[in-house]
């Protein structure tokens, strides 16, 4: 595959002597390099160098149209809008498209069209901190790149809820969504229209949406039993009935995070601790809990919820083997949960008693 340097300069060697011995290559110019060569010399270049390169000759361009199904241009601090409106008529065949913008945004509506108008294949898209885009590129989207299976679109904050909405009932085949900080896109009425149309969805984030309620969060739940990563940090309005909702619906649930989501109690920890339980036969819980496989909470962040109590996160905590509070392998956080501190994962309860076990030297 172009562009992922996965072939040894050696090879493009044997490749070449091959090519030669069996009077194959006859190359007096550039232009006369074998297509089956040119791909392998290609596949070792960066998206930049593959880029330059498509513009060498027709056969170059060619090469490069063919193999390339991946592209980042997130190095592309100026003039990323005219290059990528150059670009997406060539790579047709692309699958996955990197756009994240770090610095100044360049983006705009008519790039994304043109994605749209040419590359049907798409299926990883990063529009992230595309400032300047508006609700022309949602739709464009929904009728060109229909198989698109992850989008990101964090801090996209011009989008609308219609616009996302409008977007999801032609783009099913979602399972990664980043949705996080786009404030006037990520509604309960979208997250409503993801529930009906998105069911094999996965990961989604919504950070710092702070219009969501638990009305989208449990459509969600109840749409998308698959979901494996939520992120609902700053999500200030959900409540326990929020959790208890993931907690029942979706048994593959691994990573939540509700940071700074103060309406939360123990009734919702004690949900998740119970809601695994309840989902699974008794002989595959065992199993679980003996193998520590990868079934249940992996992660969780609860930070700055300050209403819970030790005894409900402690719960939640013996639930999950693979949540961690020792050193090192943090993974049940509770910063600026004082009274949390005496919460401690298996792991961690062993090693005190390993260490109580030996006597202290004298002093």
Same mark, same amino acid.
């Not at 494996?228 to 939540?256: E, F, K, M, W, Y």
């Not at 819980?285 to 209403?307: P, V």
């Given at each position: ?114 994605? !749209? $108008?040419? =590359?049907?294949? @798409?299926?990883? #898209? *990063? /529009? ?6 508006? %609700? &022309?590129?949602? +739709? ?106 993931? !907690? $029942?619906? =979706?048994?593959? @649930?691994?990573? #939540? *995070? /509700? ?6 109690? %123990? &009734?919702?920890? +004690? ?93």
């Amino acid at each position: 595959m172009v562009g992922e340097g996965n072939i040894k300069a050696e090879d493009l060697n044997l490749c070449f002597e091959k090519l030669k011995m069996e009077g194959r290559v006859m190359i007096t110019d550039w232009k006369d390099i074998p297509m089956e060569l040119l791909l392998q010399i290609l596949a070792l270049a960066d998206d930049q160098t593959v880029i330059t390169a498509s513009g060498v000759c027709r056969g170059w361009r060619d090469a490069a149209c063919l193999g390339l199904t991946r592209l980042s241009l997130s190095w592309c601090t100026k003039n990323m809008n005219c290059l990528v409106l150059s670009l997406a008529p060539k790579f047709t065949r692309l699958q996955t498209l990197i756009l994240r913008q770090d610095h100044k945004p360049q983006l705009q509506d008519n790039a994304v069209e043109s994605i !749209a $108008n040419f =590359c049907h294949d @798409l299926q990883v #898209l *990063d /529009l992230s901190k595309s400032f300047k885009l508006s %609700d &022309r590129s949602l +739709y464009a989207l929904a009728h060109g790149c229909p198989n698109l299976t992850k989008l990101n679109i964090s801090g996209c904050s011009a989008f609308s809820d219609i616009a996302l909405e409008y977007l999801v009932g032609f783009c099913q085949k979602l399972e990664v969504l980043n949705l996080c900080g786009c404030v006037r896109s990520a509604s309960d009425r979208a997250l409503q229209a993801i529930g009906r149309y998105c069911s094999q969805l996965q990961s989604l984030n919504l950070g710092w949406c702070e219009d969501v309620s638990d009305v989208g969060v449990m459509s969600l739940a109840h749409g998308c039993p698959d979901l494996r990563t939520v992120d609902l940090c700053g999500c200030v309005l959900i409540s326990d009935d929020s959790v208890i909702a993931l !907690a $029942n619906r =979706c048994p593959h @649930l691994q990573s #939540l *995070d /509700l940071y700074y989501c103060k309406n939360i109690t %123990d &009734r919702a920890m +004690y949900s998740l601790a119970q809601g695994l339980v309840k989902n699974k036969p008794a002989a595959m819980w065992e199993s679980r809990k003996a193998t520590n496989d990868e079934e249940g909470l992996r992660t969780l962040n609860i930070s700055q919820c300050t209403a819970l109590t030790p005894s409900a996160v402690q719960a939640v905590c013996d639930s999950f083997p693979a949540l961690h509070t020792c050193s090192g392998r943090h993974s049940l956080i509770i910063s600026g949960c004082l009274n949390l501190t005496s919460v401690h994962c298996a792991c961690a309860v062993q090693a005190h008693r390993t260490a109580n076990a030996f006597p202290h030297s004298a002093h």
